[in-house]
């Protein structure tokens, strides 16, 4: 699964890229705004540059990883003492970086109830939260998952920058189409009877419906096999031992083909959410401004041509959780 997987930024990409950055913060871009409106964002033969180091999501297997793409942003500043805290201004850069390479694949949302609705989130252990399955846990290693499986509206790609990764704990990730499901599980599987609800990073709504609408796990041709998967959070709407058992099989052979990054500060890991699984590696939290720091950032995709999520997703209710767009530019 690895191939070409990992790419690294040339130097002068690395420093134009910033120099566009620092600019933008300097016109009074955020990372909630940057996107907004129609100005331009980022320079065209740079984001064209950009774009092809990306490459085509259907090319990546997957994942892909650009190493040292946001090497020259600038030092982020001690890590936050929890994901909430958004004072300070040395990590403002990966947070618009990071929301620009998002817009160059797609529309960039965040989640109403979830990290106070920005559009780029904190990935930090964080006190209270070490063995919940949420981003900032530590201790407990967090398990495969889809991201956001529970929402019809979820994310085609996640993006992950690493400001900061002294352990190199490392980011797992699992492909659909590396485990090779026989064609009986494939049927088993393609089968609506289980619900995933939110996590535990979700702030509760008040609004909530809840209700069995049941999600297919996995969708799509035998080349193209598409998987939405999250057990932590998963009810089952069925007893059938045939059902339960080729589910089961699922968490086995992931770990099987799981592929491990240790992600460096620059990184980008970007992850296609409707063919890999992802979780990390378990860590004894520091908390003293040296832990590991990701940002994260959600992107629809606007290629058209990517496989279709099964039809029968759109009579889902999410839950009831709301996505965010950008805002205007001021
Ligand atoms: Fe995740």
């Known amino acids: 699964m690895t191939g070409t997987a990992f790419r690294t930024a040339s130097h002068s990409t690395r420093r134009e890229f910033s120099a566009a950055v620092h600019r933008l913060i300097q016109a009074g871009a955020t990372a909630d705004t940057v996107l907004g409106g129609t100005r331009r964002q980022l320079p065209p033969g740079l984001a064209q540059r950009l774009t092809g180091l990306i490459g085509a ?22 890590t936050r003492a929890h994901w909430s805290e958004t004072n300070g201004a040395a990590d403002v850069p990966y947070d618009v970086g990071l929301a620009l390479i998002g817009g160059l694949l797609g529309e960039v949302f965040g989640w109403i109830n979830q990290q106070g609705g920005r559009l780029v989130h904190n990935i930090l252990p964080s006190p209270g939260y070490e063995t919940q399955q949420v981003g900032a846990s530590s201790t407990l290693a967090l398990a495969w998952h889809t991201e956001d499986g529970f929402h019809p509206e979820r994310a085609d790609f996640l993006l992950l920058a690493c400001l900061r990764n002294p352990d190199r704990v490392a980011t797992r990730l699992a492909s659909i189409r590396d485990i090779k499901l026989s064609d009986a599980d494939t049927v088993q599987l393609s089968r609506p009877l289980l619900v995933i609800e939110p996590d535990d990073s979700y702030a509760p709504d008040p609004g909530r419906k809840d209700g069995t609408v049941g999600i297919r796990t996995v969708w799509g041709s035998d080349g193209a096999l598409c998987v939405r ?23 086995p052979a992931f770990e099987e083909h799981a592929v491990e990054v240790g992600l460096e500060p620059g990184d980008l890991l970007l992850v296609d959410n409707d063919v890999v699984v992802h979780g990390r590696s ?32 759109r009579e889902e209710h ?3 959780q709301q996505r965010v767009r950008p805002a205007p530019r001021p």
């Open 282 to 313: 378990a860590f004894p939290p520091r908390y003293d401004g040296t832990d590991r720091w990701l940002k994260r950032v959600l992107v629809r995709s606007a290629d058209t041509g990517r496989p279709a999520r099964p039809p029968q997703e």
């Open 318 to 320: 999410g839950f009831g």
């Open 57 to 78: 999501p259907a090319e990546w297997n997957g994942f892909r990883v650009l190493r040292g793409l946001f090497a020259d942003l600038g030092e982020p500043g001690p």
């Open 229 to 251: 998967y999250d057990p932590t959070y998963t009810q089952m709407l069925t007893p059938d031992p045939a059902f339960i058992e080729a589910y089961a099989r699922l968490e």
